[in-house]
């Protein structure tokens, strides 16, 4: 049985679903005018937005019906069209025209042609009912998966747009390593006193990092096709906070193991475990909460996600182990 996922319907060119149904406006009106003619023409279709065009047909702006029914009479229909439209050429496909639903949050898209002429409208529906036609929730994360990734990959169209896009967060990573080693700084006569715990300090935070960023991905395959919820993130906090220990236990005993048997120090080799055990726990629940917050602000996870929780790993874990280390080895 073919499903939405298939490339017949993926590739399907858009002109197909368009309908003609559509109310156009002139620029040179006013909107009372443009209000009494809508009285003498009612619109055949569902009012979404109302498309001006020039004399030739040639797309020159939309009015969203709120903006045209609230508007002084007097005032130029020019003065309240949008004039930077959002329209998908007549080469698109239905993929092309549900990626642009989801990237521009609107109700309804125009179809122009290569001159700007309108050729017709799509609305939402054409989104909607492809995400019907999917028959499980598999199915529903390959297209929300798929839409994903065209769309990532439209926003790193050159490497300067990449930059802009990414520096800022990778900066987190400057940041937080430039703390990392500020704070280390500040133990130097602990890390003097037992220069062992030193030897370690890259597996305690490679250990966090890894964890984190395993979290990270867990997080954003969770999000595909849905908004997350306070109660939903909660409950998944919950579990990954034991999934979370139980990693940075086995972890730390196996480090804290290797530790006893090379230097032959019990308070190291605890030090490791503990230190280990509890970093590896907070980068966990750091690695699975940031990317939902993220999203919770409108702020692509995607992107973001990765520096931020590692970020914040890194600075966590150094600090337990570092003050572990003091309490523990005096």
Known sequence: MATALDEADLDDPVTRHMHQDYTCLRADHTVG??????????????????????????????????????????MPVADIMVRKVIALPARASV??????????????????????????VVDMELYTQELGRLENT?????????????????????????????????????????????????????????????????????????????SVILALQLMHGQRPTWQGMAERLRRELGTGFLLGIASGGVVGLAALVWLGKVKVALCLLAGIGGGVTAAAVLGLALPLWLRMLRLDPRVAAGPVALAAADVVTILLYLNLARWLLP
Request: with cysteine; aromatic share 10%.
């Open 33 to 74: 005018e443009a209000l009494e003619w809508l009285r003498r023409n009612p619109p055949v279709g569902r009012i979404i937005y109302f498309y001006v065009l020039d004399p030739d047909g040639m797309l020159q702006g939309v009015v969203p019906t709120r903006r045209l029914v609230l508007s002084p009479p007097e």
């Open 95 to 120: 993929l092309e025209a549900c990626e642009f639903f989801i990237l521009h949050r609107l109700l309804a898209l125009p179809v122009v042609d290569d001159r700007g002429r309108l050729l017709g």
């Open 138 to 214: 598999k199915e529903r994360d390959d297209l929300f998966q798929l839409i994903g990734v065209r769309l990532a990959g439209a926003q790193q169209s050159s490497s300067l747009s990449a930059f802009r896009h990414r520096f800022p967060w990778l900066g987190c990573n400057l940041v937080a390593g430039l703390l990392a080693a500020f704070l280390a700084g500040l133990f130097a006569d602990d890390l003097n006193r037992v220069v062992e715990l030193a030897f370690f300090i890259p597996v305690v935070l490679n250990l966090a990092e890894s964890v984190s960023s395993q």
